[in-house]
């Protein structure tokens, strides 16, 4: 989920530029503005709504919910037809990623032994790393490729398998009964 989540969000951070100036004519200060919106959201969303968020919703939802926005809101990335109409679907995918990111990272970090922390968050960075080579060139081959749209179609896709394989194991019940078969067959 990890992987899959910053694949997405590493090609559209890297390919935006070229996205918003082939699809809209920004330049550079259009796209500085717009950053420094999505800063702005990512700021609130961690600084202030996640704090007030997490102990009425509790961690496995703010994942499956932020993952839901933030699909929905890359897939929709794609198709937008004004430029104007990126601050809120940007808006929205900031939230989905600010809610998503800390509470995974969180639930990761709570079902890991403490002898073996500094060895998950290892795996964890090695994992952001590979994403931040491999998300931007996936990104780059898509919008080349593919078309203007395609990196942030394919990014959402990404996200939506993220959100199918989060669902599979923090949805009530379900987590138990791979744990059982998992015992029965093992």
Known sequence: VVLLLNLALAGLVNNFPLFSQARFGWGTTSNAFFFAFVGLCAVVTQ???????????????????????????????ALVPYGILLYPIVG???????????????????????????????GLQ???????????????????HLGIPAPYLIGGSLIVLALIVSAADLLPGRRTRVVQRAKISG
């Open 47 to 77: 600084g202030v709504l996640i704090g007030r968020l997490q102990p009425r919703f509790g961690e496995s939802r703010l994942i499956l919910g932020g993952l839901v926005l933030a699909s929905l809101n890359l897939l929709l990335l």
């Open 92 to 122: 929205l995918l900031a939230l989905g990623m600010g809610l998503a990111i800390p509470s995974l990272t969180a639930t990761i970090s709570n079902r890991t032994p403490a002898e073996t922390q500094g060895r998950l968050m290892g």
């Open 126 to 144: 090695a994992i952001l790393s590979l994403a931040m080579i491999l998300g931007p060139a996936l990104a780059g081959l898509a919008f080349d």
